[in-house]
């Protein structure tokens, strides 16, 4: 980077051979890691920064981040939130085998907010991912086996490579899907905006990376995530089914454009 550019957050990652650390200074935006063995979780800590700076500026930029997935059909965008183990990136990738859909991001992205609607942005070139992936959706077994994994089976793959012609920078938001995993719960439905508000509060905003947590930025992430679900429409499908008809559930959405 040019000396001349003076960076809004700096991350340090190191190793000592011990055991994992995270140390965070708040007001010079300093983020430390130690013995993390995973680029992809440096990455999430990185966009958790970020995302610190943007709550705290965003009267002037209106930009924030969101820990999900999304994918553009023809324009439109479809986000994709859940706790981890709901299946996420499964999701995501199983809209990917279909060539009408386009990739942005896999784990986090970026908004702007306006008064009449909501640009998304990918916030990286990169798709961390797990060799499990190839189990369900064997379309993609040619590209991801020649995707270098770690002793864990997670693996770092650049998404031009992965999905080639269909690499999108940038999406009109228009619906997000909630996941959930609860078999006393129907398999999809509609939700409205205080339904969604309490989903993302009682599952701790889908996002184990928040570098914060105090009551002035619940109060932030609420009032964002308030005037998202006022600008799009909010589903939550419950993924107790098999992954091809939780697809075929959300598939609808964009494709009714």
Same mark, same amino acid.
């Given at each position: +980077?040019?000396?001349?550019?003076?960076?809004?957050? /700096?991350?340090?990652?190191?190793?000592?051979?011990?055991?994992? /650390?995270?140390?965070?200074?708040?007001?010079?935006?300093?983020?430390?890691?130690?013995?993390?063995?995973?680029?992809?979780?440096? /990455?999430?800590?990185?966009?958790?920064?970020?995302?610190?700076?943007?709550?705290?500026?965003?009267?002037?930029?209106?930009?924030?981040?969101?820990?999900?997935?999304?994918?553009?059909?023809?324009?439109?965008?479809?986000?994709?939130?859940?706790?981890?183990?709901?299946? #996420?990136?499964? %999701?995501?990738?199983?809209?990917?085998?279909?060539?009408?859909?386009?990739?942005?991001?896999?784990?986090?992205?970026?908004?702007?907010?306006?008064?009449?609607? +909501?640009?998304?942005?990918?916030?990286?070139?990169?798709?961390?991912?797990?060799?499990?992936?190839?189990?369900?959706?064997?379309?993609?077994?040619?590209? %991801?086996? /020649?995707? #270098?994994?770690?002793?864990?089976?997670?693996?770092?793959?650049?998404?031009?490579? %992965?999905?080639?012609?269909?690499?999108?920078?940038?999406?009109?938001?228009?619906?997000?899907?909630?996941?959930?995993?609860?078999?006393?719960?129907?398999?999809? #439905?509609?939700?409205?905006?205080?339904?969604?508000?309490?989903? +993302?509060?009682?599952?701790?905003?889908?996002?184990?990376?928040?570098?914060?947590?105090?009551?002035?930025?619940?109060?932030?992430?609420?009032?964002?995530?308030?005037?998202?679900?006022?600008?799009?429409?909010?589903? +939550? %499908?419950?993924?107790?089914?098999?992954?091809? #008809?939780?697809?075929?559930?959300?598939?609808?959405?964009?494709?009714?454009?």
């Amino acid at each position: +980077m040019n000396e001349d550019i003076r960076p809004h957050a /700096k991350i340090i990652s190191f190793n000592t051979g011990g055991d994992l /650390k995270v140390l965070y200074e708040p007001v010079s935006r300093i983020c430390i890691i130690q013995n993390c063995d995973y680029y992809g979780w440096i /990455k999430s800590i990185a966009l958790a920064v970020v995302s610190d700076f943007f709550e705290e500026y965003n009267s002037e930029n209106r930009r924030y981040s969101l820990h999900a997935s999304a994918v553009d059909f023809g324009g439109h965008a479809l986000g994709i939130i859940g706790p981890p183990g709901t299946g #996420k990136t499964t %999701l995501t990738y199983g809209l990917l085998t279909d060539n009408r859909f386009n990739y942005i991001s896999d784990d986090w992205f970026f908004t702007r907010l306006f008064d009449n609607d +909501m640009v998304i942005y990918s916030s990286e070139k990169n798709s961390y991912i797990r060799d499990d992936i190839i189990g369900v959706w064997p379309e993609f077994s040619n590209n %991801l086996n /020649k995707v #270098k994994l770690d002793n864990r089976q997670r693996g770092l793959a650049d998404v031009k490579n %992965l999905f080639q012609g269909r690499v999108r920078e940038s999406s009109t938001l228009h619906s997000l899907v909630l996941l959930q995993r609860d078999f006393s719960e129907t398999p999809f #439905k509609r939700l409205s905006i205080p339904e969604a508000l309490n989903y +993302m509060e009682n599952n701790d905003f889908c996002n184990p990376h928040q570098l914060i947590r105090n009551r002035r930025k619940y109060n932030l992430r609420m009032d964002f995530l308030k005037s998202v679900f006022s600008k799009v429409d909010v589903y +939550m %499908l419950n993924t107790i089914e098999t992954p091809l #008809k939780s697809l075929n559930r959300i598939i609808g959405l964009l494709t009714d454009y």
